[in-house]
């Protein structure tokens, strides 16, 4: 959220997960309600075992009510099947919130690391070490010729997704970002939404991520999506820099416009206010508004999302609800901040 990562003005965050399973166990899908509980148990004792791993907050998902399952997908700690699944399941997060360990998803366990802006070769360190240190407590499903076994075939291999998440608002403007997506598509690299598999894209936030982990090494995952997100970075750019070249004034009022209306909106949905958002971020980076930083549009794109809505507010909240206390969230925030930027130049 706070923007400080390499390449952050437009990649948002760099992601590694790992799916693995435990020998002694079917997979999910196969699991009894007994199983599913036994999984849960084995795996937070041995995690209660490992030094450092006994400070990581554990949180049991299928006690958690809706709006707290969802604020834990909007904080992308958990995923939407993981929230949404049945029996007993539950996720391990770390006090940075940069980790976080799913059991019983589609996997036994799902481990995750996030790292701001592209920074996937440190994701890779230190979820690689996460590895190491499960696997000195737990018996994984592993075939010397196939590799970690998973429930998707997809997965089997290194188990391992590498997912990068762009803001790409000037390629979505300049009618560019069909022609970027068929060519990653022909190299196997997938791209989703906001929240990953069939989620669709909003506030021109996408992930790109390896669709195969078969016959690859983790070096080798890592480094094809690494080896392509910086030609996107600049394709990008170059979109930025035309249309502040070419069409600044119709640009600036674009943001301009979108700056307006979140700052004075009485209701206002999730879906619109991600797609002003994403306007103003782009604004924020080319020098056209400068009452806001970019760890100012980071956070406004998490907090308005409905669940931490809900949490700040302190109460669950309808959609019509949720349209107007966002609206009014949004008022106060930029209002304040604008005054504070004021009050520093002056």
Same mark, same amino acid.
């Given at each position: 959220?706070?923007?400080?990562? /390499?390449?952050? %003005?437009?990649?948002?965050?760099?992601?590694?997960? @790992?799916?693995?399973? @435990?020998?002694?166990?079917? !997979?999910?899908? =196969?699991?009894? /309600? #007994?199983? *599913?509980?036994?999984?849960?148990?084995?795996?937070?004792? =041995?995690?209660?075992?490992? /030094?450092? !791993? &006994?400070?990581?907050?554990? @949180? =049991?998902?299928?006690?958690?009510?809706?709006?707290? *399952?969802? !604020? @834990?997908?909007?904080? #992308?700690?958990?995923? *939407?099947?993981?929230?949404?699944?049945?029996?007993? =399941?539950?996720?391990?997060? %770390? &006090?940075?919130? *940069?980790?976080?360990?799913?059991? &019983?998803?589609? %996997?036994?366990?799902?481990?995750?690391?996030?790292k701001s802006g592209l920074d996937l070769h440190s994701a890779w360190q230190q979820i690689n070490e996460v590895d190491d240190q499960l696997e000195s407590k737990l018996s994984y499903a592993f075939h010397e010729r196939l590799g970690y076994l998973t429930a998707c075939p997809t997965n089997v291999g290194t188990g391992m997704r590498v997912s990068v998440m762009l803001h790409l608002p000037a390629l979505v403007i300049t009618n560019q970002i069909e022609k970027v997506f068929r060519s990653l598509q022909k190299i196997n690299l997938a791209v989703r939404g906001l929240y990953g598999e069939g989620s669709q894209a909003m506030g021109d936030f996408y992930q790109i991520s390896n669709q195969i982990t078969l016959g690859k090494s983790e070096e080798e995952l890592i480094g094809q999506v690494s080896g392509v997100v910086p030609m996107i970075i600049e394709y990008e750019r170059k979109a930025r820099d035309f249309l502040i070249t070419q069409n600044r004034e119709d640009l600036h009022d674009k943001i301009s416009r979108a700056y307006g209306i979140l700052c004075t909106a009485q209701t206002i949905s999730s879906e619109e206010t991600m797609h002003l958002l994403s306007s103003v971020r782009m604004g924020v980076n080319l020098g056209l508004i400068d009452d806001l930083a970019i760890s100012d549009i980071n956070k406004l794109f998490v907090e308005t999302q409905p669940a931490h809505l809900q949490k700040l507010r302190g109460n669950e909240l309808d959609t019509a609800g949720r349209n107007i206390e966002r609206a009014l969230y949004l008022r106060r925030y930029l209002q304040d901040r604008g005054k504070e930027h004021r009050d520093e130049r002056n």
């Open positions: 959220m706070r923007g400080s990562g /390499p390449e952050s %003005d437009i990649v948002i965050s760099s992601r590694i997960r @790992l799916a693995r399973n @435990l020998a002694e166990f079917p !997979f999910i899908r =196969r699991c009894t /309600p #007994q199983d *599913r509980k036994s999984i849960e148990k084995m795996v937070h004792d =041995r995690l209660q075992a490992i /030094p450092g !791993f &006994n400070t990581l907050y554990y @949180l =049991r998902v299928d006690e958690l009510p809706h709006v707290d *399952r969802q !604020f @834990l997908t909007e904080r #992308q700690l958990i995923s *939407r099947e993981h929230a949404e699944a049945e029996g007993a =399941r539950s996720v391990a997060i %770390d &006090n940075d919130e *940069r980790l976080s360990v799913m059991i &019983n998803e589609e %996997d036994h366990l799902r481990i995750q690391v996030m």
